[in-house]
């Protein structure tokens, strides 16, 4: 079946980064993009960006952009977030979740989800 | 940004009982282009990651039980539970996917009365 893996939670101090991964498992890597959301305490789910899992092509909201990166590693079918210059309110739950249409041209819902990484900012 | 706005915020149903959760777009998620809403919602348990339910505004994802429906369309949704279980108490979300930044809903917290 369809799996995503994601890392396990991290505690990090506030101006420094944070990386979490997602491993793909029970489908063709490249034919769906890859989204990450972040829910944080008390917050409505919040998307952040996707990647085009084919040729590596990301998109990112205006509210992360410059913070963001989304990559991933093909040969492996690994997805990575990376979020710069972490303050108090990065303190989320972060998932990744596949694109379920698997069009590459624009985003839709998203189906299924990795488990959540808990991503603690704190000095 | 399209602002998603959920009602009620939460709602105690008796079990077999009807649950009815709202969902408003600050702007038509409607393309006449391809005469679709492009909405989805989701079910998230205590300690889970969300489980999408429904597509297309109305499209119920597959192994998803019958009780659980999508109707409405442009600017307001509506997702209705026929008869509650007890495994449906949950917190559930809508999403739009018409333009970027995809946005959610609040969430509407549903509980056994």
């Known amino acids: 079946q369809v799996l995503l893996v994601q890392s396990g939670a991290d505690v990090k101090k506030p101006g420094a980064s944070v990386s979490v991964s997602c491993k793909a498992s029970g489908y063709t890597f490249t034919n769906h993009a890859m989204h990450w959301a972040r829910q944080a305490p008390g917050q409505r789910l919040e998307w952040m960006g996707w990647i085009n899992t084919g040729n590596g092509k990301t998109g990112y909201s205006q509210k992360f952009q410059g913070r963001i990166t989304i990559t991933r590693d093909t040969s492996a079918n690994i997805v990575y977030m990376e979020l710069s210059s972490l303050r108090s309110e990065d303190t989320a739950v972060y998932y990744c979740a596949r694109d379920d249409f698997g069009d590459y041209t624009r985003p839709y819902w998203f189906d299924p989800w990795g488990q959540g990484t808990l991503v603690t900012v704190s000095s | 940004d399209i602002v998603m706005t959920q009602s009620p915020d939460s709602l105690a149903v008796s079990l077999g009982e009807r649950a009815t959760i709202n969902c408003k777009s600050s702007q038509s998620v409607f393309y006449s282009s391809t005469n679709k809403n492009y909405l989805a919602w989701y079910q998230q348990k205590p300690r889970q990651p969300p489980k999408l339910l429904i597509y297309?505004?109305?499209t119920r994802e597959s192994g998803v039980p019958d009780r659980f429906s999508g109707s409405g369309s442009g600017t307001g949704f509506t997702l209705t539970i026929s008869s509650l279980q007890a495994e449906d108490v949950a917190v559930y979300y809508c999403?739009?996917?018409?333009?970027?930044?995809?946005?959610f809903g609040g969430g509407t917290k549903v509980e056994i009365k």
């Open positions: 999403q739009q996917y018409y333009s970027s930044p995809l946005t």
């Open positions: 297309w505004a109305s």
